[in-house]
């Protein structure tokens, strides 16, 4: 472990820094090694990649929601049937069964890390009168839980554990449901 | 510095509709950045008649976390087909 990275860790450890402030410290020194490694390289194409690091975590931009349906769908007996005094039914023809209802969609949403992290920071909007019935709802139900304890380098941590995040689900009527941030 | 979204594709395809439409975002936010710097005077006068409730500071943390979504739709992509039809909404 070289010396920097050593006071990086003191200084941590002795709350000079913050845990946010050590990572990006930390990554920063990563990348300036990684930049010097690789001079004088050639450009080989690597058959096996590192794992990946914490880098990787800070390069990954979108989260994304996929539902995918079951190419090979039909109505099956599990499916409600059609009411035909149901108005929600739609009677339209379509040759692929998909006018019975369950049907499931395909949806593909992307949606930019940095769009998350505004979403979380907008709990500064949330009024102080506001924040303290949400702080009384929470005590109400048990939770001993401070609004205003959420700081934005707890939001970072939570995007940078989004990185690792994958779900996958397949549902009723095999459709598969994924999210993960690429 | 990160550069705003530029323009939003919108396109609907159902039954009875089928058009798609081209959103010069950034237009807007050149509009809405005029119509900002001439209203300054008034919104300056705001700030300061409401800093001392409190509510003056609540308005600059809004404005700021209302251009900082703004600027992180760049990228957004949401495309949705079902039975009745198709949109979907690009952010570039």
């Not at chain 1, 860790?9 to 920063?28: F, G, H, P, T, W």
């Not at chain 2, 209302?66 to 570039?92: F, H, P």
């Amino acid at each position: 472990m070289s010396d920097q990275k050593k006071k990086i860790l003191e200084m941590l450890a002795q709350n000079k820094i913050s845990a946010d402030e050590a990572y990006r410290l930390l990554s920063a020194m990563d990348k300036d090694e990684g930049k010097s490694d690789n001079t004088g390289r050639d450009n080989a194409v690597h058959e096996d990649p590192a794992p990946r690091g914490p880098e990787d975590k800070s390069k990954r931009k979108y989260l994304r929601v996929t539902i995918t349906p079951d190419p090979n769908w039909q109505p099956g007996d599990d499916d409600q049937e059609l009411d035909p005094h149901d108005d929600r039914d739609h009677h339209h023809g379509h040759g692929d069964g998909s006018s019975h209802r369950g049907c499931p969609d395909k949806v593909n949403v992307r949606i930019p890390m940095s769009l998350i992290r505004a979403g979380i920071k907008m709990k500064s909007l949330v009024p102080p009168e506001a924040k303290d019935k949400i702080n009384n709802a929470f005590r109400e139900r048990g939770l001993s839980f401070d609004f205003d304890s959420i700081k934005n380098e707890d939001i970072e941590g939570l995007i940078d554990a989004l990185g690792d995040m994958e779900i996958d689900i397949e549902g009723r009527h095999g459709e598969n449901i994924k999210v993960h941030v690429e | 510095m990160r550069m705003p979204p530029m323009l939003m594709h919108v396109k609907i395809k159902n039954k009875d509709h089928n058009f798609g439409l081209w959103l010069p975002l950034f237009l807007f936010i050149l509009i809405a950045f005029i119509i900002l710097l001439a209203l300054s005077p008034l919104i300056l006068i705001c700030l300061l008649l409401m800093w001392p409730s409190g509510w003056g500071r609540w308005l600059v943390q809004a404005f700021k976390a209302g251009v900082d979504s703004l600027w992180a739709l760049k990228g957004l992509s949401v495309d949705i087909q079902n039975r009745d039809g198709v949109v979907r909404v690009t952010v570039i």
